[in-house]
């Protein structure tokens, strides 16, 4: 697992910045934007965190974890418990809602 410099550069380009503006925005320097993008070295966990909230990606996706760069769930991405919370609590059967989330408690406290 490393960096994506690549797809910080398409983002930021994408976006219209310059690497002095992005540099000012995440509170690093132009010199080490370039660096990140080029791929000579690895941001540290606190500027990969400041880059995903500026451009609202996840760090998982800069990081080449995951090719969703939003994070987006979908159904088949929920287990059978979650699926069944959502459905009684979406139709207000908050009663429901809070017995499967006891019995998931219970599950995993054994």
Not at 65 to 92: Q, W
Not at 94 to 105: K, T
Request: aromatic letters at 8%; zero cysteines; hydrophobic letters at 40%.
């Amino acid at each position: 697992m490393s960096f994506q410099g690549e797809r910080l550069r398409s983002l930021r380009l994408q976006k219209g910045f310059t690497q002095d503006e992005l540099a000012d925005q995440i509170d690093s320097s132009q010199r080490m934007i370039g660096r990140y993008e080029s791929g000579d070295v690895d941001p540290t966990s606190d500027v990969v965190i400041r880059m995903s909230k500026f451009f609202e990606v996840t760090a998982d996706w800069l990081l080449g974890l995951t090719d969703d760069p939003y994070g987006e769930m979908t159904e088949d991405d929920l287990s059978p418990m979650e699926k069944k919370l959502l459905a009684a609590f979406r139709a207000g059967r908050i009663v429901e809602a809070m017995a499967v989330i006891v019995d998931q408690a219970k599950d995993t406290e054994k």
